[in-house]
T-cell receptor
Framework: TQLLEQSPQFLSIQEGENLTVYCNSS?????LQWYRQEPGEGPVLLVT?????EVKKLKRLTFQFGDARKDSSLHITAAQPGDTGLYLC??????????FGTGTRLQVFP | NAGVTQTPKFQVLKTGQSMTLQCAQD?????MYWYRQDPGMGLRLIYY???????DKGEVPNGYNVSRLNKREFSLRLESAAPSQTSVYFC??????????????FGPGTRLTVL
């Protein structure tokens, strides 16, 4: 069974701080996606990374796929209250299904 | 375009009652999914449909049935609700197999409580 473990599970920080969220597995994935979910809503796709070592930037968010395609990280620079939410990683393989991580709940205080 | 829509948004059931959760997408996607989300457990796949007319079990299918009514609609039925089925249910769709990476679009969710 493929599993994706995210850490930390909870993160509470002040506006302006930097943070990193990790997504780890013992399995290799052909792609890794990051979603953000706000309270009362469904997850929304942020980015997809597909090549080992790939780095993608989305404004203040930097996503990296591990060289071996078993792990990924999300770094947020100068966090803002609007970044508050649940961050989910999801791994894709050779099937029609995604494997979702356990989630990291981020709270950014003004 | 509405994307993925789900009804109802909230539902309270008594143990043993039945209900159907409805999902529709207007993006002409082939694949549709039903997940449940419980605290600390991320999203767990209940059933999915890779194309119209096909359905397959996911990680936690027991106690649920699904119907892919047509390309747009995918419903989830609880025949005899149990308190363990209290959860938030999400429907999603994707362009797989046209999209290689199965990027999924989610509905707003149905919050179900079983007493």
């Amino acid at each position: 069974t493929q599993l994706l473990e995210q850490s930390p599970q909870f993160l509470s920080i002040q506006e302006g701080e930097n943070l990193t969220v990790y997504c780890n597995s013992s399995s290799v994935f052909s792609s890794l996606q990051w979603y953000r979910q706000e309270p009362g809503e469904g997850p929304v796709l942020l980015v997809t990374v597909v090549t080992g070592g790939e780095v993608k930037k989305l404004k203040r968010l930097t996503f990296q796929f591990g060289d071996a395609r078993k792990d990924s990280s999300l770094h947020i620079t100068a966090a803002q209250p609007g970044d508050t939410g649940l961050y989910l990683c999801a791994g894709g393989g050779n099937t029609d299904k995604l494997i979702f991580g356990t989630g990291t709940r981020l709270q950014v205080f003004p | 375009n509405a994307g993925v829509t789900q009804t109802p948004k909230f539902q309270v059931l008594k143990t043993g009652q039945s209900m159907t959760l409805q999902c529709a997408q207007d993006m002409n996607h082939n694949s549709m999914y039903w997940y449940r989300q419980d605290p600390g457990m991320g999203l767990r796949l209940i059933y999915y449909s890779a194309s119209e007319g096909t359905t397959d079990k996911g990680e936690v299918p027991n106690g649920y049935n699904v119907s892919r009514l047509n390309k747009r609609e995918f419903s989830l039925r609880l025949e005899s609700a149990a308190p363990s089925q209290t959860s938030v249910y999400f429907c999603a769709s994707s362009e797989v197999p046209r999209s290689s990476y199965n990027e999924q679009f989610f509905g707003p969710g149905t919050r179900l409580t079983v007493l």
